[in-house]
Protein backbone atom coordinates (compact mmCIF):
# COMPACT_ATOMS: atom_id res chain seq x y z
CA UNK A 1 0.00 0.00 0.00
CA UNK A 2 1.16 3.38 0.09
CA UNK A 3 3.53 4.99 2.46
CA UNK A 4 4.01 8.60 2.72
CA UNK A 5 7.23 10.08 4.49
CA UNK A 6 7.73 13.64 5.82
CA UNK A 7 10.44 15.75 6.79
CA UNK A 8 11.21 17.62 9.27
CA UNK A 9 9.45 15.91 12.20
CA UNK A 10 10.04 19.58 13.56
CA UNK A 11 10.95 23.03 12.56
CA UNK A 12 10.86 26.24 14.22
CA UNK A 13 11.34 29.67 12.31
CA UNK A 14 11.64 33.03 12.76
CA UNK A 15 8.57 35.05 12.19
CA UNK A 16 8.95 36.11 8.36
CA UNK A 17 11.11 33.82 7.78
CA UNK A 18 10.12 30.75 4.96
CA UNK A 19 8.70 27.19 6.35
CA UNK A 20 9.94 24.11 4.30
CA UNK A 21 8.50 20.53 4.54
CA UNK A 22 9.08 17.66 2.25
CA UNK A 23 7.39 14.83 1.45
CA UNK A 24 7.90 11.44 -0.48
CA UNK A 25 5.25 8.94 -1.49
CA UNK A 26 5.49 5.22 -2.67
CA UNK A 27 2.58 4.30 -4.94
CA UNK A 28 2.99 5.62 -8.32
CA UNK A 29 -0.82 5.35 -8.67
CA UNK A 30 -1.51 8.51 -6.06
CA UNK A 31 -2.09 11.36 -7.93
CA UNK A 32 -4.08 13.91 -5.61
CA UNK A 33 -1.76 15.01 -2.98
CA UNK A 34 -3.55 17.38 -0.45
CA UNK A 35 -1.96 19.41 2.66
CA UNK A 36 -3.40 19.70 5.83
CA UNK A 37 -3.33 22.45 8.95
CA UNK A 38 -3.76 20.80 12.20
CA UNK A 39 -4.37 23.26 15.02
CA UNK A 40 -4.19 21.72 18.60
CA UNK A 41 -7.30 19.80 19.14
CA UNK A 42 -9.11 20.18 16.15
CA UNK A 43 -9.72 18.21 13.06
CA UNK A 44 -7.32 18.62 9.99
CA UNK A 45 -8.01 21.96 8.02
CA UNK A 46 -6.91 21.47 3.62
CA UNK A 47 -4.80 24.30 3.13
CA UNK A 48 -3.63 23.75 -0.57
CA UNK A 49 -3.38 20.91 -2.68
CA UNK A 50 -2.02 19.81 -5.98
CA UNK A 51 -2.77 16.77 -8.59
CA UNK A 52 -0.46 15.32 -10.68
CA UNK A 53 -0.83 16.70 -13.93
CA UNK A 54 0.25 20.01 -12.08
CA UNK A 55 4.08 20.76 -11.42
CA UNK A 56 3.25 24.05 -9.01
CA UNK A 57 0.61 25.37 -7.31
CA UNK A 58 0.25 28.84 -5.15
CA UNK A 59 -2.28 30.00 -2.84
CA UNK A 60 -1.08 33.41 -1.62
CA UNK A 61 2.30 32.43 0.83
CA UNK A 62 1.95 28.97 0.46
CA UNK A 63 2.97 27.11 -2.73
CA UNK A 64 3.30 23.47 -3.32
CA UNK A 65 5.63 21.76 -5.69
CA UNK A 66 5.56 17.91 -6.90
CA UNK A 67 8.17 16.14 -9.00
CA UNK A 68 5.88 13.50 -10.09
CA UNK A 69 9.19 11.18 -11.15
CA UNK A 70 11.11 11.18 -8.04
CA UNK A 71 7.84 11.10 -6.11
CA UNK A 72 8.45 14.29 -4.28
CA UNK A 73 6.17 17.12 -3.50
CA UNK A 74 6.76 20.09 -1.03
CA UNK A 75 5.22 22.66 1.18
CA UNK A 76 6.25 26.18 1.18
CA UNK A 77 4.95 28.91 3.05
CA UNK A 78 6.66 32.34 2.73
CA UNK A 79 6.81 35.38 5.70
CA UNK A 80 5.49 33.51 8.19
CA UNK A 81 3.56 34.51 11.28
CA UNK A 82 3.06 33.21 15.17
CA UNK A 83 -0.68 32.15 13.27
CA UNK A 84 1.11 29.46 10.92
CA UNK A 85 2.18 27.48 14.41
CA UNK A 86 0.57 24.33 13.96
CA UNK A 87 0.95 20.73 12.74
CA UNK A 88 0.85 20.06 9.19
CA UNK A 89 0.32 16.59 7.23
CA UNK A 90 1.12 15.90 4.24
CA UNK A 91 -1.16 12.96 2.24
CA UNK A 92 -1.62 11.38 -0.43
CA UNK A 93 -4.73 9.87 -2.38
CA UNK A 94 -5.01 6.49 -3.92
CA UNK A 95 -7.60 6.78 -6.67
CA UNK A 96 -9.27 3.54 -6.40
CA UNK A 97 -12.99 3.30 -5.93
CA UNK A 98 -12.58 4.33 -1.85
CA UNK A 99 -10.04 7.19 -2.65
CA UNK A 100 -8.69 7.02 0.51
CA UNK A 101 -5.96 9.34 1.72
CA UNK A 102 -2.77 8.53 3.17
CA UNK A 103 -1.38 11.14 5.68
CA UNK A 104 2.20 11.52 6.47
CA UNK A 105 3.91 11.35 9.96
CA UNK A 106 3.55 15.44 10.12
CA UNK A 107 5.27 18.17 10.62
CA UNK A 108 5.05 20.57 14.17
CA UNK A 109 5.88 24.34 12.79
CA UNK A 110 6.23 26.82 15.65
CA UNK A 111 7.11 30.33 14.37
CA UNK A 112 9.10 32.43 16.48
CA UNK A 113 7.72 36.20 17.45
CA UNK B 1 -16.16 25.35 2.01
CA UNK B 2 -18.25 22.40 3.36
CA UNK B 3 -18.85 21.65 7.14
CA UNK B 4 -18.65 18.51 8.66
CA UNK B 5 -19.64 18.17 12.64
CA UNK B 6 -19.31 15.47 15.41
CA UNK B 7 -20.79 14.87 18.59
CA UNK B 8 -19.92 14.61 21.42
CA UNK B 9 -16.56 17.05 20.77
CA UNK B 10 -15.39 14.90 23.76
CA UNK B 11 -16.69 12.20 26.26
CA UNK B 12 -15.52 10.27 29.20
CA UNK B 13 -16.83 6.71 30.11
CA UNK B 14 -16.34 3.68 32.12
CA UNK B 15 -14.51 0.67 30.74
CA UNK B 16 -16.57 -1.59 29.51
CA UNK B 17 -19.33 0.78 28.27
CA UNK B 18 -19.69 1.42 24.64
CA UNK B 19 -19.60 5.03 23.25
CA UNK B 20 -21.32 6.42 20.12
CA UNK B 21 -19.57 9.13 17.87
CA UNK B 22 -21.91 10.84 15.16
CA UNK B 23 -20.17 12.31 12.13
CA UNK B 24 -22.92 14.86 10.20
CA UNK B 25 -22.15 16.52 7.09
CA UNK B 26 -24.09 19.55 7.42
CA UNK B 27 -24.31 21.13 4.15
CA UNK B 28 -24.31 18.33 1.73
CA UNK B 29 -24.43 14.91 0.81
CA UNK B 30 -21.20 12.39 1.31
CA UNK B 31 -21.37 9.05 -0.48
CA UNK B 32 -18.46 8.19 1.78
CA UNK B 33 -16.80 8.71 5.00
CA UNK B 34 -13.99 7.73 6.69
CA UNK B 35 -12.64 7.47 10.59
CA UNK B 36 -9.81 7.85 11.11
CA UNK B 37 -8.03 7.56 14.89
CA UNK B 38 -5.29 10.33 16.21
CA UNK B 39 -2.42 9.41 18.81
CA UNK B 40 -0.92 12.21 21.06
CA UNK B 41 1.83 13.35 18.63
CA UNK B 42 0.93 11.34 15.78
CA UNK B 43 -0.56 11.32 12.42
CA UNK B 44 -3.58 10.41 11.03
CA UNK B 45 -4.51 7.05 11.10
CA UNK B 46 -7.39 5.69 8.87
CA UNK B 47 -9.43 3.11 10.24
CA UNK B 48 -12.28 2.15 8.17
CA UNK B 49 -14.28 3.94 4.87
CA UNK B 50 -17.78 3.59 4.84
CA UNK B 51 -20.23 4.05 2.05
CA UNK B 52 -23.82 5.10 2.31
CA UNK B 53 -26.13 2.18 2.54
CA UNK B 54 -23.32 -0.39 2.48
CA UNK B 55 -20.89 -2.26 4.75
CA UNK B 56 -17.50 -0.40 6.04
CA UNK B 57 -14.40 -1.51 4.61
CA UNK B 58 -12.12 -1.24 7.91
CA UNK B 59 -8.14 -1.04 7.35
CA UNK B 60 -5.84 -4.10 8.72
CA UNK B 61 -5.83 -4.34 12.11
CA UNK B 62 -9.17 -2.86 12.97
CA UNK B 63 -11.87 -4.93 14.66
CA UNK B 64 -14.58 -4.55 13.14
CA UNK B 65 -16.82 -6.03 15.67
CA UNK B 66 -15.14 -3.83 18.21
CA UNK B 67 -16.06 -0.94 15.87
CA UNK B 68 -19.44 -1.12 14.93
CA UNK B 69 -19.67 1.59 11.87
CA UNK B 70 -23.01 2.80 10.40
CA UNK B 71 -23.62 5.01 7.65
CA UNK B 72 -27.33 4.74 7.34
CA UNK B 73 -27.98 8.02 5.23
CA UNK B 74 -26.09 10.84 3.27
CA UNK B 75 -25.34 12.98 5.66
CA UNK B 76 -24.46 11.02 8.87
CA UNK B 77 -22.38 8.12 9.97
CA UNK B 78 -21.88 6.77 13.28
CA UNK B 79 -19.18 4.49 14.90
CA UNK B 80 -19.75 2.92 17.91
CA UNK B 81 -16.95 1.66 20.44
CA UNK B 82 -18.22 -1.34 21.86
CA UNK B 83 -16.73 -2.27 25.24
CA UNK B 84 -14.21 0.32 25.68
CA UNK B 85 -10.86 0.10 27.13
CA UNK B 86 -8.41 2.46 28.45
CA UNK B 87 -5.94 1.65 24.92
CA UNK B 88 -8.93 3.01 22.95
CA UNK B 89 -8.68 6.79 24.41
CA UNK B 90 -7.55 9.00 21.64
CA UNK B 91 -8.87 11.68 19.16
CA UNK B 92 -11.73 10.29 16.65
CA UNK B 93 -12.05 12.40 13.72
CA UNK B 94 -14.46 11.94 10.85
CA UNK B 95 -13.98 13.02 7.45
CA UNK B 96 -16.79 12.81 4.85
CA UNK B 97 -16.40 13.28 0.61
CA UNK B 98 -19.28 14.05 -1.96
CA UNK B 99 -18.86 11.62 -4.42
CA UNK B 100 -14.86 10.29 -5.87
CA UNK B 101 -12.02 12.41 -6.70
CA UNK B 102 -13.37 15.05 -4.40
CA UNK B 103 -11.98 16.73 -1.61
CA UNK B 104 -12.46 15.31 1.94
CA UNK B 105 -13.77 17.54 4.66
CA UNK B 106 -13.07 16.72 8.22
CA UNK B 107 -14.54 16.99 11.36
CA UNK B 108 -13.62 18.74 14.42
CA UNK B 109 -12.45 15.42 15.97
CA UNK B 110 -13.83 13.91 19.23
CA UNK B 111 -11.84 13.55 22.69
CA UNK B 112 -12.73 9.67 23.97
CA UNK B 113 -11.27 9.26 26.96
CA UNK B 114 -11.62 5.48 28.94
CA UNK B 115 -11.55 5.54 32.41
Known amino acids: GENVEQHPSTLSVQEGDSAVIKCTYSDSASNYFPWYKQELGKGPQLIID?????GEKKDQRIAVTLNKTAKHFSLHITETQPEDSAVYFCAARVETSYDKVIFGPGTSLSVIP | GAVVSQHPSWVICKSGTSVKIECRSL??????MFWYRQFPKQSLMLMATSNEGSKATYEQGVEKDKFLINHASLTLSTLTVTSAHPEDSSFYIC???????????FGPGTRLTVL
Open chain 1, 50 to 54: IRSNV
Open chain 2, 27 to 32: DFQATT
Open chain 2, 95 to 105: SAQAGGHNEQF
